[in-house]
């Protein structure tokens, strides 16, 4: 069967720098930084005092009060995100087969704050007394089946439940499964929101997250005084469309994808293979899925999380698919604009890589001071910068070993 080219026709989000996909990119091209003090509760008493969490978010801005009073959080961004990628594709329900058109959501945790909540609330008035809203708005596929719902999208309806790929993850099956003639349409993405007592408790007594007080010193990828990573929160939302069903509907475009690769270490429940090489696989994969060279690609946006030995084994990962090409490639970190957003960071850092694509720029690693000769790449350290770019690629390396690779394409009519 001949393989059918994918492109990227429409994007929506909310994050820690933006209430939009629009608002959030123009955060990035200006370095902003979006770690703060966390908010959502007291954390006085805790090691860990920050976080990325979306700031100013009053759900009755964006969604009924009554509809908001029944989605977890991590719901309200993915059907948030999702309404913005429909509206900026301009796609119409009414013109297309909803048979054809699917979705992909992922989240890695679900609705940790309603289980916190219930919780507390089954242990004081007796657990037959939770809501019986708990368990469809918890649980991890309902931001998917949510924007299924809101769509009208009945094809194929998913969440890929793989930690901190989980938004690659999505992204790279609704690629190929548009590629391989299964839908027309998939809107894909990721949505997580987890700063809460338990999650920031629990990454905290396993030595994940930094315990840096200052905002600026906290999430900074490639960096020697890395110490954890900076837990965030928020979602992405694309419309992927096969290239011919878009052009019939006069849509626009901002890239072309063309690759995807996943793999899986196999090794450890939480460290990545110190060599990098399940990462380096998924690379390759996204590279030969594309027919596409190691000199093609210009950046790659890293998963790059500010933890030791994630930000030094996908150094060397890079180091082994790109060989002396690694020296000229751009490979920064929005992590240390936006902090890791769990399920959600491959789908948001997919759209940057779709608007870098666009626009010719490259996003910083931002509060870059120290440099660490075991990640020893251009991380374009704390300043963006223009440039033409051909190819993107995004990395996404989750607990459990699992790994993603996203290969994106400058469109050009």
Same mark, same amino acid.
């Given at each position: 069967?001949?393989?059918?080219?994918?492109?990227?026709?429409?994007?929506?989000?909310?994050?820690?720098?933006?209430?939009?996909?629009?608002?959030?990119?123009?955060?990035?091209?200006?370095?902003?930084?979006?770690?703060?003090?966390?908010?959502?509760?007291?954390?006085?008493?805790?090691?860990?005092?920050?976080?990325?969490?979306?700031?100013?978010?009053?759900?009755?801005?964006?969604?009924?009060?009554?509809?908001?009073?029944?989605?977890?959080?991590?719901?309200?961004?993915?059907?948030?995100?999702?309404?913005?990628?429909?509206?900026?594709?301009?796609?119409?329900?009414?013109?297309?087969?909803?048979?054809?058109?699917?979705?992909?959501?992922?989240?890695?945790? %679900?609705?940790?704050?309603?289980?916190?909540?219930?919780?507390?609330?089954?242990?004081?008035?007796?657990?037959?007394?939770?809501?019986?809203?708990?368990?469809?708005?918890?649980?991890?596929?309902?931001?998917?089946?949510?924007?299924?719902?809101?769509?009208?999208?009945?094809?194929?309806?998913?969440?890929?439940?793989?930690?901190?790929?989980?938004?690659?993850?999505?992204?790279?099956?609704?690629?190929?499964?548009?590629?391989?003639?299964?839908?027309?349409?998939?809107?894909?993405?990721?949505?997580?929101?987890?700063?809460?007592?338990?999650?920031? #408790?629990?990454?905290?007594?396993?030595?994940?997250?930094?315990?840096?007080?200052?905002?600026?010193?906290?999430?900074?990828?490639?960096?020697?005084?890395?110490?954890?990573?900076?837990?965030?929160? %928020?979602?992405?939302?694309?419309?992927?469309?096969?290239?011919?069903?878009?052009?019939?509907?006069?849509?626009?475009?901002?890239?072309?994808?063309?690759?995807?690769?996943?793999?899986?270490?196999?090794?450890?429940?939480?460290?990545?293979?110190?060599?990098?090489?399940?990462?380096?696989?998924?690379?390759?994969?996204?590279?030969?899925?594309?027919?596409?060279?190691?000199?093609?690609?210009?950046?790659?946006?890293?998963?790059?999380?500010?933890?030791?030995?994630?930000?030094?084994?996908?150094?060397?990962?890079?180091?082994?698919?790109?060989?002396?090409?690694?020296?000229?490639?751009?490979?920064?970190?929005?992590?240390?604009?936006?902090?890791?957003?769990? %399920?959600?960071?491959?789908?948001?850092?997919?759209?940057?890589?779709?608007?870098?694509?666009?626009?010719?720029?490259?996003?910083?690693?931002?509060?870059?001071?120290?440099?660490?000769?075991?990640?020893?790449?251009?991380?374009?350290?704390?300043?963006?910068?223009?440039?033409?770019?051909?190819?993107?690629?995004?990395?996404?390396?989750?607990?459990? #070993?699992?790994?993603?690779?996203?290969?994106?394409?400058?469109?050009?009519?």
């Amino acid at each position: 069967m001949e393989k059918r080219r994918v492109v990227i026709t429409g994007a929506g989000a909310i994050t820690p720098i933006g209430h939009t996909a629009a608002e959030s990119w123009q955060a990035v091209r200006g370095g902003v930084c979006g770690v703060a003090p966390i908010s959502a509760f007291d954390a006085a008493d805790m090691k860990v005092k920050l976080a990325a969490e979306v700031k100013d978010y009053a759900p009755e801005a964006f969604l009924d009060k009554k509809e908001a009073k029944h989605m977890d959080r991590f719901t309200q961004f993915a059907v948030i995100a999702a309404r913005e990628a429909l509206r900026d594709a301009d796609f119409s329900a009414e013109n297309a087969d909803l048979d054809r058109c699917g979705v992909i959501v992922s989240s890695g945790i %679900g609705g940790l704050q309603d289980t916190e909540e219930q919780h507390d609330r089954g242990r004081e008035r007796g657990f037959d007394r939770v809501s019986p809203f708990y368990i469809p708005m918890a649980i991890c596929n309902m931001a998917a089946g949510r924007v299924a719902i809101e769509a009208g999208f009945r094809g194929m309806c998913s969440c890929p439940v793989t930690a901190c790929a989980g938004g690659t993850y999505a992204v790279g099956d609704a690629f190929h499964y548009i590629r391989d003639g299964y839908a027309d349409a998939m809107l894909c993405g990721g949505s997580e929101s987890a700063v809460t007592p338990l999650a920031i #408790g629990g990454f905290t007594s396993m030595k994940a997250l930094t315990a840096a007080e200052d905002p600026n010193r906290a999430s900074i990828p490639f960096d020697a005084e890395r110490s954890g990573f900076v837990l965030g929160e %928020g979602a992405a939302v694309l419309l992927l469309e096969e290239l011919e069903h878009a052009k019939a509907r006069g849509a626009k475009i901002y890239a072309e994808m063309v690759g995807y690769g996943a793999t899986c270490d196999a090794y450890h429940m939480t460290a990545p293979l110190p060599d990098g090489s399940g990462g380096a696989k998924a690379m390759a994969m996204a590279l030969r899925d594309a027919n596409a060279q190691p000199e093609d690609v210009d950046y790659i946006n890293a998963h790059g999380t500010s933890t030791h030995l994630n930000d030094a084994g996908e150094t060397a990962a890079v180091k082994a698919v790109f060989g002396p090409h690694a020296a000229k490639l751009a490979v920064s970190s929005t992590k240390s604009m936006t902090g890791h957003m769990l %399920g959600a960071a491959g789908a948001v850092e997919a759209m940057f890589c779709a608007f870098a694509l666009r626009d010719g720029f490259i996003p910083a690693t931002i509060n870059y001071q120290v440099p660490d000769p075991e990640c020893d790449l251009d991380v374009v350290p704390n300043v963006g910068r223009e440039a033409p770019l051909r190819y993107a690629l995004s990395n996404s390396l989750g607990f459990g #070993g699992h790994n993603g690779s996203i290969l994106l394409k400058k469109w050009e009519a």
